[in-house]
């Protein structure tokens, strides 16, 4: 939702990346408020997955310019660990499988970590039992989800589905769900959407980086930001999400200076 | 005798061996002079051997390491902090010598106890079952503990029995400078079920050699579970053979940790003699500083119908040294066989190596034979993944290298032991 006079919670100003010495973002600007829900939409290869982990910290990429604030914080300085301490959260497009580490293990360990970091009571196994297994009933998981090791064996729904959970049970400011509606058929979809729409309030915000349209008819974005070789070159409201499904990118590329100044 | 070969380590031990008094039973003193006879034609294996290429045994001629001597002093509360909770039948072995006042044996199910109170009550099944899987023709540690044995684990399983609680069987090493023989013999009769846990521990760090032989029987259905924890002494030397023989339909699970010794050599063999046998071998090596672990595994098919899955995990930090080499073999007749191998390795410092070595011989047509191996570092994105979940870059590590560790360690049937290694795994991965 759009709040008027609602606070910045993620700024971004002419961000540049780069993977072993190849750029990727070519200028990024970009900035969310608490409440709002973005999509930013591309092409594969157009930079839209590599923002979202630049934003989350992997040290695979290195960057060359630009600014981001998070919460009034220099995101860029922080270690990955921190931005998430700091209430930034990314869903995998690729979850880790981690064998050997029970899933509840695992989550309340994360839960706890960063539960510390905001000087707020730890939980201990049996009280995090409890607050998982209501957590997991808004994405109508099994319970056996939590004895298995951490995503291994998982379906590819299943893997989506403990993502979304690691969200519900961290209440980030931002969460970035990066192709988190690749490889889900429409139930599963229908169910991770539902999740997330339980989580998104007034008080934070989402990212969302997918390909197609489909998430976007059960997660309704405020804005839609289309991605192309590296930068946005196209912001607009929900239906330019629809136009998109029906005209498709190329479209886009005859149209984007004009488009832009409309938008603009 | 003219035929002794180099090394003063053999040739002390000869000599020991020659003020050994002779016993009574002809069978034993018969399978003794056997052993003696080849440990003169044998020499102490060196990397110019195959088998032995990766593990450099030479500083073991550096002391003399002598037979250890009986010592009666130790007191329960010296080693209660190695008993196991689920355990109520304990055969306690000091410097390769059995303990009877650190011993329990209650459960009347069982023949179990020390090999000379066996003998006269038992000895057709021994006669049958010593010595008559543990070859010793081509193995000098294996010649030498038979030329040595005297006291031994002697664990028989009568036809259909069931025995829930685990065995515990402790060697603990106390004496510097000298050499053991912990021997075990497990004879599973028809139909039985054991668990059995065999444990080499050190009180102290010192330098000595652990030179242990095991013996496996299973009969038609039986199953015997096999854990086995090496922790000895980071002094130490550790050889270990370990023979399971597996008749018709039996089911033998073996889970093997290797976390102890500055240099150890464990061979397990596994022969599924008969049709439909079964077997689970797993193992997790988990050394840092300078040691050396070496696992050999052969597993052996020869009838149709078997099955053996195994998995093996090394974890090396620091300059540390894992060796693994897995043999199969599926025997011409051993049609329908179904084995899967998978071996991987972590290695935690740019200094520590892994050697692996897969060897497969399969000569049956109709088979499914599955195996893998894979050495690395701890992956760039799983890390990424933990922290990006709150975790510091510290913790993400300790909790991978626990994983990798965990996943061998869960497959042990016993909580309280279990949770003793994962907490090892978690102190010594705490280190980074």
């Known amino acids: ?264 | 005798m003219s035929e002794v070969t180099g090394t003063g380590y053999l040739e002390c031990l000869l000599e020991s061996w020659r003020a050994k008094p002779a016993e009574a039973l002809s069978w034993l003193d018969q399978l003794r002079a056997q052993a003696i006879d080849r440990v003169s034609t044998q020499k102490l294996p060196t990397k110019r051997d195959e088998e032995w290429r990766f593990t450099d045994i030479s500083p073991l001629t550096t002391l003399p390491y002598r037979p250890s001597q009986p010592d009666a002093n130790l007191r329960i509360q010296d080693i209660q902090h190695l008993f196991l909770d689920e355990v109520k039948s304990r055969l306690v072995f000091v410097d390769g010598y059995y303990s009877p006042q650190l011993s329990v044996i209650v459960n009347p199910a069982l023949v179990m106890g020390n090999l000379p109170a066996l003998l006269s009550t038992h000895a057709t099944a021994l006669e049958s079952h010593l010595g008559q899987y543990a070859r010793f023709d081509q193995n000098v540690f294996t010649a030498m503990s038979t030329a040595f044995l005297r006291d031994a684990a002697v664990i028989i399983a009568p036809k259909n029995t069931v025995i829930t609680d685990p065995i515990h069987v402790l060697f603990i090493a106390t004496q510097h400078e000298v050499t053991s023989y912990p021997r075990c013999l497990v004879i599973g009769e028809t139909g039985s079920q054991i668990t059995l846990i065999e444990d080499y521990v050190a009180l102290q760090q010192a330098a000595y050699v652990t030179n242990a032989v095991t013996e496996i029987s299973l009969a038609g259905n039986a199953r015997a579970q096999h854990i086995r924890i090496q922790r000895e002494s980071s002094q130490a030397f550790h050889f270990a053979n370990c023979v399971a023989a597996l008749a018709h339909a039996s089911h033998y699970q073996s889970v093997s940790i290797a976390q102890g010794s500055k240099i150890s050599r464990y061979n397990l063999d596994v022969r599924l003699t008969d049709e439909a046998a079964e077997c689970m071998i797993d193992g997790l090596t988990l050394i840092s500083d300078r040691q050396l672990a070496d696992t050999h595994t052969c597993i052996d098919h020869s009838k149709p119908n078997g099955t053996s899955h195994q998995q093996h995990k090394c974890i090396a930090d620091d300059t540390a040294h894992a060796v693994f080499n897995g043999k199969i073999i599926v025997r011409p007749h051993a049609q329908h066989t179904n084995s899967s191998q998978s071996s991987r390795n972590l290695l935690l410092s740019k200094t520590a190596q892994v050697d692996t070595k897969p060897q497969l011989e399969i000569f049956a047509d109709d088979v499914k034979c599955a195996h893998g191996a894979t050495v690395g570092q701890l992956d760039a994105e799983e890390i990424f993944y933990l922290r990006s979940r709150g975790l510091s870059e510290k913790s993400a590590r300790n909790l991978l290298t626990y994983a990798f560790g965990a996943e061998i360690i869960n497959r042990i049937p016993v909580t309280s032991l279990r949770q003793q290694l994962a907490q090892a795994v978690l102190d010594q991965t705490q280190s980074n």
């Open chain 1, 1 to 264: 939702m759009i709040i008027e006079n609602s606070s910045t919670i993620l700024s971004v100003e002419g961000l540049r990346a780069s993977i072993n010495g190849t750029e990727i973002l070519k200028g990024i600007d970009l900035t969310v408020k608490s409440g709002e829900i973005h999509a930013i939409m591309g092409l594969n290869g157009s930079g839209k997955s590599t923002l979202a982990k630049v934003l989350a910290g992997h040290s695979a990429y290195e960057v060359t310019a630009g600014a981001v604030q998070f919460e009034g914080k220099n995101l860029l300085e922080l270690p990955p660990e921190e931005r998430a301490r700091a209430g930034l959260f990314l869903a995998f497009q690729y979850p880790i499988e981690i064998p050997g580490v029970a899933n509840t293990q695992f989550l309340r360990l994360a839960y706890n970590t960063v539960q510390a970091q905001r000087g707020k009571e730890e939980l201990d196994p049996l009280e995090f039992d409890d607050f998982v297994r209501e957590k997991m009933k808004l994405l109508e998981m099994r319970p056996d989800f939590l004895d298995r090791s951490v995503n291994e064996g998982f379906s590819g729904g299943e893997k989506k589905r403990n993502e979304i959970l690691q969200m519900a049970l961290l209440e980030p400011k931002l969460s970035i769900l990066d192709e988190t509606d690749s490889g889900l058929d429409i139930d599963a979809l229908k169910i991770v959407a539902n999740g997330v729409n339980r989580i998104t309030n007034k008080d934070n915000a989402t990212i969302l980086v997918t390909h197609y349209q489909r998430l976007l008819d059960y997660i309704v974005p405020d804005f839609v930001h289309v991605m192309q070789a590296g930068r946005i070159v196209m912001t607009g409201g929900k239906e330019l999400a629809l136009e998109l499904e029906t005209r498709g990118y190329d479209w886009i590329t005859a149209n984007k200076q004009q488009v832009a100044g409309v938008t603009a």
